[in-house]
């Protein structure tokens, strides 16, 4: 099917168009040397960039994030370098439609949600292939750290060659018919090489800092950004220990996430830490770091890169977190449409609803869903 799949898009394309690639470009050192890269692979390229919010959105100047006049700036420097066209696209009710509602609705059902992989499911690479058949552009390309292999026919989503700079984590959302269109020119490079390779070619994004935040919470204060975004704080309540006795008082829910020891504002005699939020009774549970571990981990929305969701339980390394070392797992796929149970061979800590969970076979990316504990059926896999 995929195959077939793939000769009806190339229908769609002139041949002369098999060689020609859209390239997303923020405004920084990666998406620069990846549109540089593709050039030299004798492609075609367009840059581009998608404006996707305007100041008042988010309430903050746009002057250090993704999406500012600084930014374009440095991207139209590099494809005037490089002879290739480059245009600004406009999607900024979509972002807010599918990433920052998402990410906002997230915060108030208690969770501490992951919108750079929102956006690159529903941005750069659903809205962005949309921009392409439309142009006429057989690849999309980003300065992503990973790799694709095709193999028998199939394609496959692996880890960067330099594990330390890896990014396929938020990845995991792509299709096998997307990654059949995709190219990652940096999957085998190191960051050190791609910035030498700026630095030769004249790009002034060489030695450009990376950015470390959401783009659309540059100064990191998500809760901030929450109450600007609706308008409104949100209601104090009691902080309380697992036995329900009060400790103190929270300042919103929304200010809180599990695995949160600093700030908490509760005089004691021992480390307390976040282990759950209650938006029922409005209350923030702390307790010792032992009940931070789980081996259990429900995760719903679960997407298989083949599409195929296997008939058994499925040994894997997996990872709850983006910065976290793959730890030996079972998955078991629940009969539930998206449902399944991540069994770690040994408990890990602070798993965070609202967070992705991905599965990796080795180098290669099995799939991954949100973490949830919002089944009643599931108890949290306490060892």
């Avoid at 030498?196 to 204060?221: H, L, W």
């Avoid at 890990?348 to 991954?368: C, E, F, M, N």
Wanted: glycine share 10%; aromatic share 10%.
């Amino acid at each position: 099917m995929l195959k077939e799949n793939v000769i009806k898009q190339n229908d769609k394309i002139s041949a002369a168009g098999e060689l020609t690639a859209l390239i997303a470009m923020s405004g920084g050192v990666d998406s620069s040397v990846a549109a540089f890269l593709m050039k030299e692979k004798g492609y075609q390229c367009t840059g581009c960039t998608m404006r996707l919010y305007e100041n008042d959105m988010i309430g903050e100047d746009l002057l250090a994030t993704c999406c500012s006049k600084k930014d374009t700036d440095d991207a139209r420097s590099v494809t005037d370098l490089l002879g290739i066209p480059y245009s600004i696209f406009h999607y900024e009710n979509e972002f807010r439609d599918r990433v920052i509602e998402p990410f906002v609705c997230s915060y108030e059902r208690c969770e501490t949600p992951n919108p750079c992989i929102e956006c690159n499911r529903f941005m750069k690479f659903d809205a962005l292939f949309e921009k392409a058949d439309q142009i006429g552009c057989r690849k999309i390309v980003t300065g992503h750290y990973a790799r694709i292999e095709e193999k028998d026919g199939h394609f496959y989503l692996k880890k960067a060659l330099y594990t330390e700079k890896d990014q396929s984590y938020v990845l995991y959302c792509l299709t096998e018919e997307q990654l059949s269109r995709t190219a990652f020119p940096l999957g085998e490079l190191p960051k050190e090489e791609v910035r030498k390779i700026a630095a030769r070619y004249g790009f002034r994004t060489a030695e450009k800092k990376e950015s470390q935040d959401i783009c659309f919470v540059p100064d990191g204060d998500y809760a901030g950004m929450i109450c600007r975004y609706r308008g409104h704080g949100y209601p104090e309540g009691d902080i309380v220990d697992k036995n329900g006795q009060v400790l103190g008082r929270h300042r919103g829910l929304i200010h809180y996430t599990i695995g949160q020891r600093r700030g908490l504002g509760v005089p004691a005699d021992r480390r307390l830490y976040v282990v759950r939020l209650d938006p029922v009774k409005n209350q923030v549970i702390l307790s010792d770091e032992e009940d931070l571990f789980h081996r259990d981990v429900p995760i719903r929305e679960f997407h298989w890169i083949t599409g195929e969701v296997p008939a058994g339980e499925v040994r894997c390394k997996a990872k709850i977190r983006y910065r976290q070392k793959e730890q030996p797992a079972t998955l078991i796929p629940r009969p539930e449409g998206g449902r399944a149970l991540l069994r770690f061979d040994e408990p890990q800590r602070a798993a965070t609803p609202g967070q992705s969970a991905v599965i990796y076979d080795g180098d290669y990316v099995l799939g991954g869903g949100i973490i949830s504990f919002d089944d009643p059926g599931e108890s949290g896999g306490k060892p």
